[in-house]
């Protein structure tokens, strides 16, 4: 009974533990995230972005906000007082850090296309070959994490494939057919590349949480 009770207490403590690092990790990201809201919006000389734009940032930060999660829970592993919990978080290590920073990467390239163009904040040149640079950083990334995955990871990665394609098809085929008809307006080509980068996210999300992955962080 003992033995249950310690080892419930460090799961606990544990917890605790990780909760620290994440409030750590992204406090100060938010708040810096809220200041640049803040500071864009007084800023008369940038046209205001509609609809898609705000979609984009939301995705973009929903992905950021993940990877700082992801490398907040590694950097946690030297800390935490359940040896087990701790050796898995260790074991994933590398897996963790490269996952975390491709959807930061991934999440900065969304933002950033988002902010730039004809009038906005960030130059089309510029903001072009920057969102190429963070895609490119994110593709390979996600590449050398594919070959630290362990088979039940592969599984949730085919999974989430297989997720975000079938609504990728299923509502952004709709809409267009919508919008051909007539009856909406048609999804901008940002609207495209956010849907492409928030269906893959929240699949993989669906995809880890069906087959328990969460209890393992």
Same mark, same amino acid.
């Given at each position: ?61 929903? &992905? ?47 933002? &950033? ?21 963070? /895609? ?16 039940? /990871? ?13 609504? &990728? ?30 269906? /893959? ?17």
């Amino acid at each position: 009974m003992d033995m249950v009770t310690d080892g419930s207490d460090a799961k606990s403590r544990s917890a605790r533990v990780k909760g620290r690092f994440l409030l750590a990790a992204h406090a100060p990201v938010w708040v810096l995230v809220l200041l640049g809201i803040f500071l864009l919006g007084k800023t008369g000389t940038v046209k205001a972005g509609g609809a898609s734009e705000w979609f984009a940032v939301v995705v973009g930060l929903s &992905l950021i906000s993940f990877g700082i999660t992801a490398a907040a829970i590694r950097a946690s592993a030297d800390f935490l007082p359940d040896p087990d919990d701790a050796d898995d978080l260790r074991e994933q290590g590398r897996a963790l850090i490269l996952g975390s920073g491709a959807l930061i990467a991934a999440g900065s390239s969304l933002i &950033l296309l988002s902010l730039s163009g004809p009038g906005r904040l960030v130059p089309a040149a510029a903001g072009l070959i920057c969102v190429l640079f963070l /895609n490119i950083l994110s593709t390979v990334l996600a590449a050398r994490r594919w070959r630290l995955l362990d088979e039940m /990871n592969r599984a949730v990665a085919y999974e989430a494939g297989y997720l975000a394609f079938a609504w &990728l098809s299923v509502i952004g085929g709709t809409w267009a057919m919508l919008a051909h008809l007539g009856f909406a307006a048609s999804p901008a080509p940002l609207d495209w590349v956010t849907m492409f980068f928030g269906f /893959n996210f929240f699949a993989g999300l669906i995809a880890l949480a069906r087959r328990g992955g969460f209890e393992r962080l």
